[in-house]
């Protein structure tokens, strides 16, 4: 089995920044698509942005030219930069990961991040 391991959610004040960290172990042999998504109370969760093995990126529109994903495969690591953060940024934000390997798709347990106004 895989499992994840976040870290860097926190407090923060309109306009900082936070680094998020999603890191695989376990039965891993090569990692797929990583992502990560966002749960507000009382919504949906969306995603925030995903990266592809071969780093092709996509992000959701509220998050363009603010927040930058990036991938270690050598350490099966998942990074999320937030910069300009917002308060409707606010939210709990999972990572996911594919894995080949099992054709399954793994959860993280989810990172608070809140942004003060």
């Known amino acids: 089995q895989v499992q994840l391991v976040e870290s860097g959610g926190g407090l923060v004040p309109t306009g900082g920044s936070l680094r998020l960290s999603c890191a695989a172990s376990?039965?891993?042999?090569?990692?797929?698509?990583m992502g990560w998504y966002r749960q507000a109370p009382g919504k949906q969760r969306d995603l925030v942005a995903v990266?592809?093995?071969?780093?092709?990126?996509t992000y959701a529109d509220s998050v363009k030219g603010r927040f930058t994903i990036s991938r270690d495969n050598a350490k099966n690591t998942v990074y999320l930069q937030m910069n300009s953060l917002k308060p409707e940024d606010t939210a709990v934000y999972y990572c996911?990961?594919?894995?080949?390997?099992?054709?399954?798709?793994?959860w993280g347990q989810g990172t608070q991040v809140t942004v003060s106004s």
């Open positions: 996911n990961v594919e894995v080949p390997l099992t054709n399954t798709l793994v």
């Open positions: 376990g039965r891993i042999f090569s990692l797929g698509t």
């Open positions: 990266i592809s093995r071969r780093g092709i990126t």
